[in-house]
């Protein structure tokens, strides 16, 4: 219909299994010829404990992956897990074969990141929404 597509991966979560699982996703849409302009990918963060706090105020059940090594130290604005290059650059590299078989390549990112991340993957650039200076819009 001539409207963009992005996709946003994000929280990346890594469970036993989290490889496979991603592989097969991103099988899936080359399969199914989906074809992002944009593929953002962002890490399990946390800007404080609000989500504990939206957990108690309203009586929620705790998640069912609640095992995250989250950083105390901030960087940037949020706490980050631990070992986000391993999980970007995995991530990374099965999008890019995924998509290795046909003329189609779409352009991967990442989201809520700190410089130095960005720098040591060598993805400084700007293909994410909250980055890019114009906007698109449907042409259907």
């Given at each position: 219909l001539g409207c963009e597509t992005r996709i946003r991966l994000d929280?990346?979560?890594t469970p036993d299994g989290w490889e496979e699982q991603y592989r097969?996703?991103?099988n899936e849409m080359f399969e199914l010829e989906i074809k992002p302009s944009f593929i953002t990918l962002g890490t399990y963060r946390e800007k404080n404990d609000q989500i504990?706090?939206?957990r108690e105020k309203w009586g929620l059940l705790p998640?069912?992956?609640d095992d995250f090594d989250v950083s105390n130290k901030k960087?940037?604005?949020h706490f980050h897990i631990q070992g986000r290059n391993e999980i970007y650059s995995t991530v990374e590299t099965i999008i890019k074969k995924g998509y290795a078989g046909g003329s189609f390549k779409p352009?991967?990112?990442l989201c809520k990141e700190t410089h130095d991340i960005r720098?040591?993957?060598g993805m400084t650039n700007?293909?994410?929404?909250?980055l890019r200076s114009e906007s698109s819009e449907c042409n259907s």
């Amino acid at each position: 219909l001539g409207c963009e597509t992005r996709i946003r991966l994000d929280p990346i979560l890594t469970p036993d299994g989290w490889e496979e699982q991603y592989r097969e996703f991103v099988n899936e849409m080359f399969e199914l010829e989906i074809k992002p302009s944009f593929i953002t990918l962002g890490t399990y963060r946390e800007k404080n404990d609000q989500i504990d706090n939206f957990r108690e105020k309203w009586g929620l059940l705790p998640a069912e992956i609640d095992d995250f090594d989250v950083s105390n130290k901030k960087e940037g604005t949020h706490f980050h897990i631990q070992g986000r290059n391993e999980i970007y650059s995995t991530v990374e590299t099965i999008i890019k074969k995924g998509y290795a078989g046909g003329s189609f390549k779409p352009l991967i990112s990442l989201c809520k990141e700190t410089h130095d991340i960005r720098k040591d993957l060598g993805m400084t650039n700007m293909y994410c929404n909250c980055l890019r200076s114009e906007s698109s819009e449907c042409n259907s």
